[in-house]
């Protein structure tokens, strides 16, 4: 069978995997989040943290929830890398710098996971689990009770109220998370990853050293690191250790278990607001992208020109042969259109427009399906956009389900697509501006901009990925990348609940002849070529400066 073949199979078996899953999860979430009724376990949660999960919030309430639990995280998990050396089951590990704390706690509570250390060389047992694991979790559920805030903003009329913040981030840990988790991890032991808390220990003998492991609670990290679009690996290798992902079928099912929740939830969200086609066009808005990624990423890596790569049917510099071209880029664009961040292979090893397609993918703002929750609210206010784009061409105000789009709401989503931009493209120029930054450059040219260009837009991006070839342990970029995370995260989720609010409290308006058609094919491409123009218009000069002049040169 040739790698194109093998490759398209994957990407065809994979779409059927996921058609399976979306109608029941889909439907599930909706229940979740529509149901008065709490579990028992939840109620001694919301017991121990004081709070009264029937009490409706306003967009403002909401928010400070959001945040209040937000900054307490980033607290507690910076305090337990710094006394990390105190710890039991610290492996011998020291404890963490203060800005490698910072830039790690920073990462894991904002969903991003970028990692500037070596896993296995700096975290033991107790940060792994006690710390890194849990934020996997509760920042995912932070995402999607965000997103559901949203989509109660477009459900409701004449209310400003969305909802309770601490009722929605637990029931998505205790409902969702929690057992998808569970099962995935499961299955990933039964295929081969390793699950214990042993220590560090001697495999062997190599050139008159020995190599060493440790073990590790990994199977369950990697299970949710997919499951809520963290990233994080337990290993430096990431998703290309073989103790995180050992066969080909581990490789496909960990891109299934990253791309699930976030498709579902746009079953979810038609549910919500009673209109399921609504709920289609999102998905074949996000589908046509994801797609069409992955096309152009098989394309750039299998006819790349030059004998070494004819004869291995491709790119394979820094890939996994286990798992070949095909499956590499299926990987690489599923992990950059979400807010994973986990790689199967090195990013910077890829050809030129290879890196740069994985670096559009984040700059589309992980919209394709993006993350948990921040995939679909990014969605919808690029849908407010094209409605707004579309009622600009026909003189007409804009509409989208039954809510006005005026000037009020659309300066809340103008905010939000500015915001992520920005914090890419000035702390890209700082670095690049400055001498010390320049250092970790292990690259010149067009490959050494890419890489510091790379790492803003995936810190800002709450992505996570690297280009592998940047040395980001250093006080500037612990600081500078930790930062754009922190404002990446949640000055987005200001105007996401904000123009929640506003919409909410809005009275439905009847559709009429004039309304546009939102639910139809014309509106997806619309919606389509819209996102596409606006990240072309915002990021082609630094795009021209780094990858595509890298690509166009080789």
Same mark, same amino acid.
């Not at 006080?475 to 922190?486: E, K, P, Y």
């Given at each position: 069978?040739?790698?194109?073949?093998?490759?398209?199979?994957?990407?065809?078996?994979?779409?059927?995997?996921?058609?399976?899953?979306?109608?029941?999860?889909?439907?599930?979430?909706?229940?979740?989040? &529509?149901?008065?009724?709490?579990?028992?376990?939840?109620?001694?949660?919301?017991?121990?943290?004081?709070?009264?999960?029937?009490?409706?919030?306003?967009?403002?309430?909401?928010?400070?929830?959001?945040?209040?639990?937000?900054?307490?995280?980033?607290?507690?998990?910076?305090?337990?890398?710094?006394?990390?050396?105190?710890?039991?089951?610290?492996?011998?590990?020291?404890?963490?710098?203060?800005?490698?704390?910072?830039?790690?706690?920073?990462?894991?509570?904002?969903?991003?996971?970028?990692?500037?250390?070596?896993?296995?060389?700096?975290?033991?047992?107790?940060?792994?689990?006690?710390?890194?694991?849990?934020?996997?979790?509760?920042?995912?559920?932070?995402?999607?009770?965000?997103?559901?805030?949203?989509?109660?903003?477009?459900?409701?009329?004449?209310?400003?109220?969305?909802?309770?913040?601490?009722?929605?981030?637990?029931?998505?840990?205790?409902?969702?998370?929690?057992?998808?988790?569970?099962?995935?991890?499961?299955?990933?032991?039964?295929?081969?990853?390793?699950?214990?808390?042993?220590?560090?220990?001697?495999?062997?003998?190599?050139?008159?050293?020995?190599?060493?492991?440790?073990?590790?609670?990994?199977?369950?990290?990697?299970?949710?690191?997919?499951?809520?679009?963290?990233?994080?690996?337990?290993?430096?290798?990431?998703?290309?250790?073989?103790?995180?992902?050992?066969?080909?079928?581990?490789?496909?099912?960990?891109?299934?278990?990253?791309?699930?929740?976030?498709?579902?939830?746009?079953?979810?969200?038609?549910?919500?607001?009673?209109?399921?086609?609504?709920?289609?066009?999102?998905?074949?808005?996000?589908?046509?992208?994801?797609?069409?990624?992955?096309?152009?990423?098989?394309?750039?890596?299998?006819?790349?020109?030059?004998?070494?790569?004819?004869?291995?049917?491709?790119?394979?510099?820094?890939?996994?042969?286990?798992?070949?071209?095909?499956?590499?880029?299926?990987?690489?664009?599923?992990?950059?259109?979400?807010?994973?961040?986990?790689?199967?292979?090195?990013?910077?090893?890829?050809?030129?427009?290879?890196?740069?397609?994985?670096?559009?993918?984040?700059?589309?703002?992980?919209?394709?399906?993006?993350?948990?929750?921040?995939?679909?609210?990014?969605?919808?206010?690029?849908?407010?956009?094209?409605?707004?784009?579309?009622?600009?061409?026909?003189?007409?105000?804009?509409?989208?389900?039954?809510?006005?789009?005026?000037?009020?709401?659309?300066?809340?989503?103008?905010?939000?697509?500015?915001?992520?931009?920005?914090?890419?493209?000035?702390?890209?120029?700082?670095?690049?501006?400055?001498?010390?930054?320049?250092?970790?450059?292990?690259? &010149?040219?067009?490959?050494?901009?890419?890489?510091?260009?790379?790492?803003?837009?995936?810190?800002?991006?709450?992505?996570?990925?690297?280009?592998?070839?940047?040395?980001?342990?250093?006080?500037?970029?612990?600081?500078?990348?930790?930062?754009?995370?922190?404002?990446?995260?949640?000055?987005?989720?200001?105007?996401?609940?904000?123009?929640?609010?506003?919409?909410?409290?809005?009275?439905?308006?009847?559709?009429?002849?004039?309304?546009?058609?939102?639910?139809?094919?014309?509106?997806?491409?619309?919606?389509?070529?819209?996102?596409?123009?606006?990240?072309?218009?915002?990021?082609?000069?630094?795009?021209?400066?780094?990858?595509?002049?890298?690509?166009?040169? &080789?």
């Amino acid at each position: 069978m040739s790698p194109v073949l093998a490759g398209v199979l994957q990407l065809l078996a994979l779409i059927a995997a996921l058609a399976l899953a979306y109608r029941p999860l889909g439907d599930y979430m909706a229940k979740v989040y &529509s149901s008065d009724k709490h579990l028992r376990v939840e109620k001694w949660i919301y017991k121990g943290i004081g709070a009264n999960p029937n009490t409706e919030m306003r967009w403002p309430a909401y928010l400070r929830g959001v945040l209040a639990f937000s900054a307490v995280s980033v607290l507690f998990l910076y305090l337990l890398q710094r006394v990390q050396g105190s710890l039991p089951g610290s492996l011998g590990f020291s404890s963490i710098d203060p800005d490698q704390a910072f830039n790690t706690a920073a990462s894991f509570v904002t969903n991003t996971n970028w990692q500037s250390y070596y896993g296995e060389q700096a975290m033991g047992h107790v940060v792994q689990t006690a710390g890194l694991a849990v934020q996997n979790f509760v920042s995912a559920a932070v995402g999607i009770a965000v997103a559901v805030a949203l989509v109660r903003g477009f459900s409701r009329s004449r209310t400003g109220e969305l909802g309770n913040f601490w009722a929605d981030l637990v029931r998505g840990v205790v409902r969702i998370l929690l057992p998808l988790s569970v099962v995935a991890a499961i299955i990933l032991v039964a295929c081969g990853a390793i699950q214990n808390f042993s220590g560090i220990h001697e495999v062997g003998q190599f050139f008159g050293g020995s190599q060493q492991w440790n073990g590790g609670a990994v199977a369950s990290q990697e299970a949710i690191k997919e499951v809520g679009t963290n990233g994080g690996g337990y290993f430096n290798a990431n998703s290309a250790h073989p103790f995180e992902n050992p066969t080909p079928f581990t490789n496909l099912f960990e891109i299934f278990l990253l791309l699930v929740i976030p498709f579902s939830l746009t079953r979810t969200f038609g549910r919500m607001i009673g209109s399921l086609k609504q709920g289609y066009a999102i998905l074949a808005t996000m589908a046509t992208i994801w797609v069409g990624f992955i096309a152009l990423m098989m394309w750039t890596e299998f006819n790349h020109h030059g004998p070494a790569f004819d004869i291995a049917g491709g790119a394979l510099e820094g890939k996994e042969t286990r798992f070949g071209v095909g499956a590499s880029s299926i990987f690489a664009v599923s992990t950059t259109l979400t807010s994973t961040g986990a790689v199967d292979s090195f990013h910077s090893s890829f050809t030129g427009l290879g890196g740069g397609i994985t670096m559009l993918g984040m700059q589309l703002g992980e919209i394709a399906p993006g993350g948990t929750g921040s995939g679909l609210y990014g969605m919808l206010i690029m849908a407010i956009i094209a409605v707004f784009i579309a009622g600009l061409m026909v003189g007409r105000t804009p509409e989208y389900l039954g809510k006005k789009i005026g000037t009020r709401e659309i300066k809340f989503a103008a905010c939000y697509i500015l915001i992520t931009p920005a914090l890419v493209l000035i702390f890209t120029a700082a670095a690049m501006a400055l001498p010390t930054p320049g250092h970790s450059m292990t690259n &010149s040219g067009a490959h050494g901009f890419s890489e510091i260009l790379y790492a803003y837009t995936s810190g800002a991006n709450n992505n996570g990925s690297a280009f592998a070839g940047l040395n980001a342990d250093t006080q500037w970029f612990n600081s500078t990348i930790g930062i754009a995370m922190l404002l990446g995260r949640f000055l987005p989720m200001v105007f996401v609940l904000a123009l929640a609010g506003s919409l909410a409290e809005q009275k439905p308006v009847p559709a009429t002849a004039g309304t546009l058609r939102t639910e139809k094919p014309l509106f997806t491409g619309l919606l389509v070529g819209a996102i596409l123009i606006i990240t072309g218009l915002t990021y082609f000069p630094a795009l021209a400066l780094g990858p595509l002049a890298e690509g166009l040169a &080789s």
